[in-house]
């Protein structure tokens, strides 16, 4: 089993910054994919960002590009989101995930999941 652990959600006013982890322990595999996801109420859930644990390859949702930053620390096994210039629209829930084959980052590819950290921003 993989437990996934978020953090660094919170209220955040339009234009501001956070910074969301993941921290994974348990079952490793040679080389997953890891993402973040999102959530608003009444909408699916969504693809945000992702990275190939070894190469460290980057997939974004255009809707983030130029604003948000998948980044992960091999040696603590934590993956992180940041997120600059936000708005109101990137309310949701934010989710962690990871795919043990490390090549599909839709949300139903998706093998564990985080429980979600709340990222509310006022405008």
């Known amino acids: 089993q993989v437990q996934l652990v978020e953090s660094g959600g919170g209220l955040v006013q339009a234009e501001g910054s956070l910074r969301l982890s993941c921290a994974a322990s348990?079952?490793?595999?040679?080389?997953?994919?890891m993402g973040w996801f999102r959530q608003a109420p009444g909408n699916e859930r969504e693809s945000v960002a992702a990275?190939?644990?070894?190469?460290?390859?980057?997939y974004y949702t255009d809707s983030v590009k130029g604003r948000f930053t998948i980044s992960r620390d091999i040696a603590k096994n934590t993956v992180y989101l940041q997120m600059n210039s936000l708005k109101p629209e990137d309310t949701a829930v934010y989710y962690c995930?990871?795919?043990?084959?490390?090549?599909?980052?839709?949300?139903?590819?998706?093998?564990?999941w985080g429980k979600g950290t709340l990222v509310t921003v006022s405008s």
């Open positions: 995930a990871l795919n043990t084959a490390g090549y599909n980052w839709s949300p139903s590819a998706m093998d564990y």
């Open positions: 348990g079952r490793t595999f040679s080389n997953p994919l």
């Open positions: 990275i190939k644990w070894r190469s460290g390859n980057t």
